[in-house]
């Protein structure tokens, strides 16, 4: 299958189980007593993960499907937790405890009130490191949830419930969207990492075949680096090696001292 296909594949999938966890949640599937473990709200959150850890190792196809995918509009989808503010108000409220709705609360906010500034400014080799640690930072955010919304009967026995978790239509937090944004840091963590083997350690290092054309004028280098910074900013992968963008260039170069000699 090419990249289309499964771009379709991959959006019926994601609507499938979206439907899965509605219906699931409005049968109480995943309602659990605060005395409980949320064994089938854990399955739900882990469930998407593992499927796409093992379909991206067996799958080639999958692989490069997922690697062309623009990490700037995948950063861009974080931006919608900035309505984890809602956690801080059921916190205040009393409808959640504090060790888990400030935790998550704040998290949220943080990570999508940045999230627009990240895919348009650090989502490109040169702010590889920031990107890939604001990644990170929303990697964390989504564990400690998960962590305190599980152990906060351990931490706090006598407290307020977290069952409201386990309900619609909070459930669809843990059981779609946790999984969903933790696989979305994951693909660009891993885009952000190949881009660190594959590019040249220097932006603007000139390759082989420009070392052997350092006489060129001014308006060919020009040239040259107008096609680095198209192919750098190309809306299919941000993290394009230059290698592409130089070979561009000389190619356009190389037609250019033809026609001039014919």
């Not at 969903?180 to 075949?209: D, E, M, V």
Request: aromatic content about 12%.
């Amino acid at each position: 299958m090419d990249n289309a296909k499964y771009g379709k594949l991959t959006a019926g999938l994601i609507a499938a189980w979206f439907v899965f966890t509605l219906v699931a949640s409005a049968q109480h599937v995943f309602r659990t007593d605060f005395s409980r473990p949320a064994i089938f709200l854990g399955l739900a959150a882990l469930t998407p993960i593992v499927v796409f850890a093992v379909w991206f190792a067996a799958s080639k196809g999958f692989r490069q499907f997922v690697e062309s995918l623009n990490v700037g509009t995948l950063t861009f989808v974080q931006s919608w937790r900035i309505a984890g503010y809602v956690f801080l108000v059921l916190y205040v409220y009393s409808i959640l405890p504090g060790v888990f709705a400030l935790s998550a609360g704040w998290g949220d906010v943080f990570i999508g009130a940045t999230a627009p500034f990240v895919a348009l400014r650090l989502a490109n080799p040169e702010h590889r490191k920031s990107f890939i640690l604001w990644q990170v930072l929303g990697i964390l955010d989504l564990v400690l949830a998960v962590t305190f919304g599980t152990t906060a009967r351990l931490i706090a026995p006598h407290g307020i419930s977290t069952t409201p978790l386990t309900v619609l239509p909070l459930s669809l937090i843990p059981t779609f969207a946790v999984p969903l944004l933790l696989i979305l840091h994951l693909i660009c963590i891993g885009q952000a990492r190949r881009a660190r083997a594959s590019a040249n350690p220097c932006p603007l290092a000139p390759s082989k075949r420009q070392a052997a054309t350092q006489g060129r004028s001014e308006p060919l280098f020009s040239l040259q680096l107008f096609f680095a910074f198209v192919a750098a900013t190309s809306r299919r992968a941000p993290f394009l090696p230059r290698r592409r963008a130089y070979f561009l260039a000389d190619l356009a170069l190389s037609k250019e001292a033809k026609a001039k000699t014919t």
